[in-house]
């Protein structure tokens, strides 16, 4: 499985951006998947994440309310739109996938995903 994260840029405080990731080599509708991200002087942390039937999403309580995971089964791509943007949800933002979760739970740790994207790097201006 591969994993091409994009989306990322420069935006304002209260702007929107959508994230991307598009999946290689397995249909992410046989993936659980999430959003991870990574600030400056901080360790990786979860953002949001998608069940494998994709039913079921969580959200880290930082983003409740400004961001949504969902995903286009045709387009092989997991989305995260993004709003209501706050300097501090500047990051680079990682995409993860996981092959082996066949339940309907959502994972909100870093050890629980297989496969990793590159990273793509949002910038919120005060």
């Known amino acids: 499985v591969q994993l091409q994260a994009s989306g990322g840029g420069l935006v304002q405080a209260g702007g929107s951006l959508r994230l991307s990731c598009v999946a290689s080599g397995w249909p992410v509708s046989d993936l659980a998947m999430a959003w991870f991200r990574r600030s400056p002087g901080k360790e990786r942390e979860f953002v949001a994440a998608i069940s494998r039937d994709g039913d079921n999403t969580n959200k880290a309580d930082s983003v409740k309310g400004r961001f949504t995971i969902f995903r286009h089964n045709a387009l092989n791509t997991i989305y995260l739109q993004m709003g209501s943007l706050k300097p501090e949800d500047t990051a680079v933002y990682y995409c993860?996938?996981?092959?082996?979760?066949?339940?309907?739970?959502?994972?909100?740790?870093?050890?629980?995903?297989?496969?990793w994207g590159q990273g793509t790097l949002v910038t919120v201006s005060s």
């Open positions: 993860a996938a996981d092959r082996n979760r066949f339940d309907r739970a959502t994972y909100s740790r870093t050890v629980d995903y297989e496969y």
